[in-house]
């Protein structure tokens, strides 16, 4: 309310000091036969106290008019000139506050994703990640980006990925997943390499715009590697050799299209009622009518349509598809507080990490 107040005296002040200057303008014009010009001129030089001096004699009407005009022009003046002073210092005391409190914000949080770079691919993975209701931090460097950012409403840091204190800025030792999308496979290597030494926990995904620099990215500590060029023209060969398979992943993973249905995996946790639960014991399937299409143990085994005694374990994760509100049930009857399964990162010596890509 305040800011809306400063800014209607602003806008109120301008128009008058117009308002005055016309009048002048107008006033010399008409009661000396001044040139429109000299007229401007006058009334300008008046109403800022210059201290020129009359351009030209005037007669006893004439100055009695630059009396009114010096009466209302140099006080609205004076007024015009502190508020435009008083806009500029509360706008940037609103800068330097906003990003104080900012950073104040980056400063408490923990368990959070870190996005570098914040293009077209950063875009979609901040929104995604969004949706869930997980905090997020996003480190660029690009002024136009960044209030594009800060109208969405996330953390950022203004900078270099690859600066080392902008990523620990970013909170880097708190962090959950880092994401690295900037637009050169180099920065992604040292953001990913910087990245890995400042947090081994850290689950790293990048991307590879060159088939050549996944191993390398991989060797620098990424967890995950991904080409955007080769998942979009398989997704593209998928959609044109089987579309009927294609609209069921967009409408399961994506929650696109009519129905209403969810893949998930959600973590069997020490709290679930179904631990040491075998699958045909669990009413999964007839009691919430989800479909449990693949368990990924502790230790990193996928296990496909599992049998019906396949026995549910702590820190295995169910992949099911069904009913999105049907999954919430089933999140909460294996203790996880919501249908998000944290990535971790494994040992890397660990099997699954070998076969990574």
């Known amino acids: 309310?305040?800011?809306?107040?400063?800014?209607?005296?602003?806008?109120?002040?301008?128009?008058?000091?117009?308002?005055?200057?016309?009048?002048?303008?107008?006033?010399?014009?008409?009661?000396?036969?001044?040139?429109?010009?000299?007229?401007?001129?006058?009334?300008?030089i008046t109403v800022a106290t210059i201290g020129y001096g009359e351009i030209r004699p005037l007669s006893p009407l004439g100055r009695v008019f630059t009396?009114?005009?010096?009466?209302?022009?140099?006080?609205?003046?004076?007024?015009?000139?502190?508020?435009?002073?008083?806009?500029?210092?509360?706008?940037?005391?609103?800068?330097?506050?906003?990003?104080?409190?900012?950073?104040?914000?980056?400063?408490?949080?923990?368990?959070?994703?870190?996005?570098?770079g914040y293009g077209r691919i950063g875009r979609v993975i901040a929104k995604e990640i969004a949706a869930k209701n997980l905090p997020l931090v996003i480190i660029e460097n690009n002024h136009e980006v960044i209030e594009q950012i800060d109208q969405s409403g996330y953390l950022y840091i203004i900078g270099e990925a690859v600066d080392d204190e902008k990523l620990i800025a970013a909170g880097i030792e708190r962090a959950r997943g880092l994401v690295s999308v900037v637009n050169s496979d180099a920065d992604n290597v040292y953001i990913v390499l910087t990245a890995r030494a400042m947090n081994e926990n850290l689950y790293i995904v990048t991307r590879a715009g060159h088939e050549k620099s996944v191993s390398k990215l991989k060797r620098a500590g990424a967890d995950k590697v991904v080409s955007p060029y080769q998942i979009g023209a398989r997704n593209m060969a998928q959609t044109l050799l089987r579309p009927a398979v294609s609209d069921f992943i967009?409408?399961?993973?994506?929650?696109?299209?009519?129905?209403?249905?969810?893949?998930?995996?959600?973590?069997?946790?020490?709290?679930?009622?179904?631990?040491?639960?075998?699958?045909?014991?669990?009413?999964?399937?007839?009691?919430?009518?989800?479909?449990?299409?693949?368990?990924?143990?502790?230790?990193?085994?996928?296990?496909?349509?599992?049998?019906?005694?396949?026995?549910?374990?702590?820190?295995?994760?169910?992949?099911?598809?069904?009913?999105?509100?049907?999954?919430?049930?089933?999140?909460?009857?294996?203790?996880?507080d919501s249908l998000t399964r944290y990535p971790t990162r494994k040992a890397p010596n660990s099997e699954s990490q070998k076969n990574n890509v």
């Open 1 to 44: 309310m305040e800011n809306n107040s400063s800014r209607r005296n602003l806008i109120v002040s301008i128009c008058l000091s117009l308002l005055i200057l016309l009048c002048g303008t107008i006033g010399y014009t008409l009661i000396e036969g001044w040139p429109p010009l000299d007229a401007l001129y006058m009334t300008i």
């Open 250 to 336: 967009e409408s399961t993973v994506h929650g696109q299209g009519d129905l209403d249905l969810a893949m998930e995996e959600i973590l069997v946790t020490s709290q679930s009622e179904l631990k040491d639960i075998t699958l045909k014991d669990s009413n999964i399937r007839q009691g919430l009518d989800l479909i449990v299409i693949a368990i990924k143990t502790a230790e990193g085994k996928m296990i496909f349509n599992p049998w019906a005694n396949a026995r549910f374990q702590v820190g295995d994760t169910l992949i099911a598809v069904g009913e999105r509100g049907n999954m919430n049930r089933l999140a909460k009857m294996l203790g996880a």
């Open 67 to 116: 009396i009114f005009i010096i009466l209302f022009g140099v006080g609205n003046v004076a007024y015009l000139v502190g508020q435009l002073t008083r806009t500029m210092v509360e706008t940037s005391l609103r800068r330097i506050m906003g990003r104080r409190k900012l950073e104040r914000q980056i400063k408490a949080i923990k368990d959070h994703y870190i996005i570098c």
